[in-house]
């Protein structure tokens, strides 16, 4: 079990969040404003809150952890083009829920060209926002939508002494999607590392599994690793499906008996600054496949490594997937879980019985993360530093027709793939896949 401390990698430099903010303000149309609110602590229950995490958007353009504040940018303006409104300094709240960073620190420590704390939020925000045409927010968020009609409305009141205010709302997401899709260097150090604390959690959970414990043994070891390196805990909720449990795409109960003769399929991965791992991987809880389990492993690694090496600038994730629906079908066909012909059972979508899911999506800080997949309508081609998944599978239904030994058998197999010049580098070596090396590292117990 690894207990050694792994150097952590640099944060992101705070040129990096300003660039960020400029390339956003250089895709704006003239006599525009940005307006990005951060997240907001939610109730878990009565008085406790669940964990603070902030949100992405806000985060990829500050780097700010706190809660309720407010970035706003003003291309062109003299005294500073970013601004941002924080939590009021309170030292009697502080004692109870930690330090604030407060308006000169965020200043100071955030390279903000100019903060205020909330206090003064709705006195300034029309003055900030008069003369802007175009107000670039996120149009799904309400409590932002509502602010946004509140001073645009403050604004309107004094048209008549030749005030403009903000007529058009805009979407802000869609912008900032496209530039958060392609990663940095100082980004991909951080996704190297949160892979890197992932692959290790799953190396861990391997080595743990017996027949006897349960499913909830393994997100305790994985958990245990997360954190351990440092990582805030799960990127999303881990999934430990044993038995048919691995069925189920997004199985969280975690609750079962880890059966002999039984596959457990383990869906987890750390969020590391902010930024997610997410690895699939399936093994024997007795460290052992069998004949039946083997067969349709091989079927799924095949085509998990053909689609792997097809990751390349250039190539389309729907390209990507059709090669696997190619390479899974044939193989149920060779397999006797599927009959007629390979292109009518594509054609005809009958492998969709045995996988229902895409086999790819963006990874970042969110862990299905943003951007479109389609440009023009088309399917949008790969460039460098985008970063994806890889993570075909095969779930075959308990149902009478199927022989016995696969039935309720469910495997997925997943690793994170950076797109580079080149072709791709894989982040998620680090825990093994091949059946042999399963069997190894379980062997050493
Ligand atoms: N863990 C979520 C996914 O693999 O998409
Ligand atoms: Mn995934
Ligand atoms: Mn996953």
Redesign the pocket.
Known sequence: MSRDILTRPAPIGLDEYRDRRRALMAALPPASAVLVPAAGLVTRSRDSDHPFRQNSDFHYLTGFPEPEALLLLLPGREEGEAILFCQDKDPTLEAWTGIRVGAAGVVSRFGIDQAFENAEREARLPDLLEGREALFLPLDDAPAMALARQVRDSLMARRRHGVVAPSRFCDVSELMHEQRLIKSEAELALMRHAAEVSARAHCRAMQATQVGLSEYHLQAELEHEFIWHGGSGPA?AT?VGSGANACVLHYIENRDPLRDGELVLI?A?AEFDLYAG?I?RTFPVNGRFSDAQRALYEVVLAAQERAVAAVTPGATLTEIHDGVVRDLTRGLLELGLLEGDLETCIEEGRYRRFYLHSTS?WLGLD??DVGDYRVAGAPRGLTPGMVV?V?PGLYVPDEDDIPAAWRGVGIRI?DDVVVTPTGNEVLTQGVPKRIEDIQALMRKN
């Open positions: 999303y999934i869906d991965g997410d699939t999506h862990v299905h998944t993570e997943e």
